[in-house]
C-alpha cells in the first residue's frame, strides 16, 4: 500500500507564493517519477510540472519561469515553489507518483490541495 499525501495549498493574494508539499510513503522499492497537476472548477486536470527520478524537469508553458518542482529524495517528498500567482493558478493541486512496488510499475494519487489566488 502507497499513500499520497499533499499539503501547503491555501489562500494566497495575486502575485503572492505558495510552497506545495506531497510525500509518498508505504512499501515503495523506489520512485520513478514525482509530478505535479491541477483541476479548475469546470476544467480538465492538468500536468503542471514533471521530475523523473534522473532530474530531468518539464513545466507546462503556463507555468514556466513562476514555479519550480524539486525533491527531497531522503523523505520521498516533492515541492512545488509557486511565485508569481495568479488568478489563473486557483485550482486543486494534486500530486501523482509512479513508484516501483510489488506489483510493479504504478501510479498513485493524493488526495489533492486546494490553492485560490484572490485579492
Known amino acids: 500500500q502507497v499513500q499520497v499525501v499533499e499539503s501547503g495549498g491555501g489562500l494566497v493574494h495575486p502575485g503572492g507564493s505558495l510552497n506545495l508539499s506531497c510525500a509518498a510513503s508505504g512499501s515503495i522499492f523506489s520512485i520513478r517519477a514525482m509530478d505535479w497537476h491541477r483541476q479548475a472548477p469546470g476544467r480538465q486536470r492538468e500536468l503542471v510540472a514533471t521530475?523523473?527520478?534522473?532530474?530531468?524537469?518539464n513545466y507546462a508553458d503556463s507555468v514556466k519561469g513562476r514555479f519550480t518542482i524539486s525533491r527531497d529524495n531522503a523523505k520521498n517528498t516533492v515541492y512545488l515553489q509557486m511565485n508569481s500567482l495568479n488568478p489563473e493558478d486557483t485550482a486543486v493541486y494534486y500530486c501523482?507518483?509512479?513508484?516501483?512496488?510489488?506489483?510493479?510499475?504504478?501510479?498513485?494519487w493524493g488526495q489533492g490541495t486546494q490553492v485560490t489566488v484572490s485579492s
Open positions: 521530475l523523473a527520478s534522473g532530474g530531468s524537469t
Open positions: 501523482n507518483v509512479l513508484v516501483w512496488v510489488t506489483q510493479g510499475l504504478k501510479r498513485y
